[in-house]
T-cell receptor
Framework: EPEVTQTPSHQVTQMGQEVILRCVPI?????FYWYRQILGQKVEFLVS????????KSEIFDDQFSVERPDGSNFTLKIRSTKLEDSAMYFCASSENEPVATELNTEAFFGQGTRLTVV | RKEVEQDPGPFNVPEGATVAFNCTYS??????FFWYRQDCRKEPKLLMS???SGNEDGRFTAQLNRASQYISLLIRDSKLSDSATYLCVVTASSGGSYIPTFGRGTSLIVHP
């Protein structure tokens, strides 16, 4: 069964360092997302990506964050200068179609996540 | 006002019980609705989509009430393995795109 894969599973970094979280979405999917979940809290939307550009981003996704789809396969999230409060589980997700009522196959499938710990 | 609201629980039920969760959403233009399941420190996994006519998948039944802006999940004959957090997901427009938005989740504990 196709799945979204994320690497690394766990990343420890020092405050102020740059990190790149990697994701390989399901191959025929067109919509890509990054979410984060701080321990014990809800899953929060960061950014969505379609047709090689950001389609939406949340208030969390400030100038320290960026996303790329460099080679048609990988989908990366970069945090330029990490802060302690960036410590969280970061989930990548993809869907075949945009989640609107008129479409089928709109479910988002999630990767296993990268646990980022900023020390 | 929160976009997607759920009772956090926990719901503590014996094996074999029937349990129901509700979720309310604030955006009347919301398009798609889903229930996900999340085990501790794991990724959300799709449990089922929720259709306007309601739908059933084995022991699980989902309902959508657009007029009252809520969705529900009913679990019959609960198993120990059903213990998890159940996440309500609603797609709502944000600047033109529809983004899956999560509720905080409802915790279910099924005990012997």
């Amino acid at each position: 069964e196709p799945e979204v894969t994320q690497t690394p599973s766990h990343q420890v970094t020092q405050m102020g360092q740059e990190v790149i979280l990697r994701c390989v979405p399901i191959s025929n999917h067109l919509y890509f997302y990054w979410y984060r979940q701080i321990l014990g809290q809800k899953v929060e939307f960061l950014v969505s990506f379609y047709n090689n550009e950001i389609s939406e981003k949340s208030e969390i996704f400030d100038d320290q964050f960026s996303v790329e789809r460099p080679d048609g396969s990988n989908f990366t999230l970069k945090i330029r200068s990490t802060k302690l409060e960036d410590s969280a589980m970061y989930f990548c997700a993809s869907s075949e179609n945009e989640p609107v009522a008129t479409e089928l196959n709109t479910e988002a499938f999630f990767g296993q996540g990268t646990r980022l710990t900023v020390v | 006002r929160k976009e997607v609201e759920q009772d956090p629980g926990p719901f503590n039920v014996p094996e074999g019980a029937t349990v129901a969760f509700n979720c309310t959403y604030s955006n009347s233009a919301s398009q798609s609705f889903f229930w996900y399941r999340q085990d501790c420190r794991k990724e959300p996994k799709l449990l089922m989509s929720v259709y306007s006519s309601g739908n059933e998948d084995g022991r699980f039944t989902a309902q959508l009430n657009r007029a009252s802006q809520y969705i529900s999940l009913l679990i019959r004959d609960s198993k120990l393995s059903d213990s998890a957090t159940y996440l309500c997901v609603v797609t709502a427009s944000s600047g033109g795109s529809y983004i899956p938005t999560f509720g905080r989740g409802t915790s279910l504990i099924v005990h012997p």
